[in-house]
């Protein structure tokens, strides 16, 4: 991979990761709007906008992925476990299981390493794997300390895991696929609209802001999703892993000064376990400790960098 593919994989991948990361602040404002209905509608804005630009781009490519049965079948595996993903951690943070959501978003970045490791054969070197292990014994502190089973958790790392290695080996391009996925999701968002959701008529007594504020769902929903799938066909599976390690920090820092919520001292631990597994990592990419090449390059994971030739 080439250096500057890999740049431009890390800065999609960190903007990403920076927006669903402050993105608590958005869904703060629509804390008076039912859970399910803004799935519902999250999934329809989404379909609406993305379509729209493509159809203008006169891009109808996303609309022929049933022709090709393996892309098919990626797209609609994509399209259920980014819907599922999102479904539960709507439920989850309305049910007052946050805690439990947000230690998916921290195991999540294990899932990435070890998905890399098994189906791209991606390799570690030595201060990765002490990264690695730093990262995953704050996870175990934190479920410890958190004293049950965290099956939430669990569930939206594994189902934001498998989105992310099925978004690796799609075909088409990071808004063709996002076209395709909400356009699949959305005869179940229609039938989970009409039959499991309630009445919609509340809507139409929350203030003018929030109603703006909720049409823009579809936007703040595709915006991170776009740079996601542009960044993670650029980089190997386990530097997106550590990445996301990002989003849920982001949201502990706005949880504890902007909303003022309480930060335990295990939570405290767990913080700086995670974050001086980062700097591990980021350190290791930088020294970029590997095999050399016979043609003058040097690997570290999947990345190759060009030697400087004098």
Not at 28 to 45: Q, T
Request: proline content about 4%.
């Amino acid at each position: 991979m080439q250096k500057s593919s890999f740049n431009a994989g890390v800065l999609y991948m960190f903007f990403a990761y920076f927006l669903w990361g402050i993105f608590p602040l958005y869904w703060k404002l629509l804390s008076d709007v039912d859970p399910m209905h803004i799935l519902v509608f999250r999934i329809i804005l989404s379909l609406v906008l993305v379509g729209s630009i493509l159809l203008i781009l006169k891009n109808y490519n996303w609309l022929k992925f049933f022709k090709d049965r393996r892309e098919c079948l990626l797209i609609i595996l994509a399209s259920l476990t980014i819907s599922s993903n999102w479904g539960l951690y709507i439920w989850s943070v309305n049910s007052g299981y946050t805690i439990e959501a947000a230690l998916g978003y921290y195991i999540n970045p294990l899932i990435s390493v070890v998905f890399g490791l098994l189906f791209y054969k991606e390799k570690i070197n030595f201060l990765q794997t002490i990264a690695f292990f730093l990262a995953i014994a704050g996870v175990l502190v934190l479920t410890i300390l958190s004293g049950s089973l965290p099956w939430i958790s669990l569930c939206l790392s594994l189902s934001f895991g498998i989105y992310g290695l099925i978004k690796k080996t799609i075909k088409l391009s990071a808004l063709e696929s996002l076209g395709s996925e909400t356009l699949i999701a959305l005869p179940f968002s229609l039938i989970l609209l009409t039959f499991f959701t309630g009445e919609l008529s509340y809507l139409k007594a929350l203030p003018l802001p929030t109603l703006i504020i909720f049409l823009f769902c579809g936007a703040v929903t595709t915006l991170p999703l776009y740079l996601f799938a542009k960044g993670v066909k650029l980089l190997p599976l386990s530097t997106v892993g550590f990445m996301q390690f990002l989003s849920p920090t982001l949201t502990f820092l706005t949880g504890i000064f902007i909303f003022k919520e309480s930060f335990s001292a295990h939570n405290l631990i767990v913080f700086i376990i995670i974050w001086t597994a980062v700097v591990v990592y980021i350190i290791s990419l930088r020294r970029l400790p590997g095999n050399f090449r016979t043609d003058g390059s040097r690997q570290s994971g999947s990345l190759e960098v060009p030697q400087k030739k004098d």
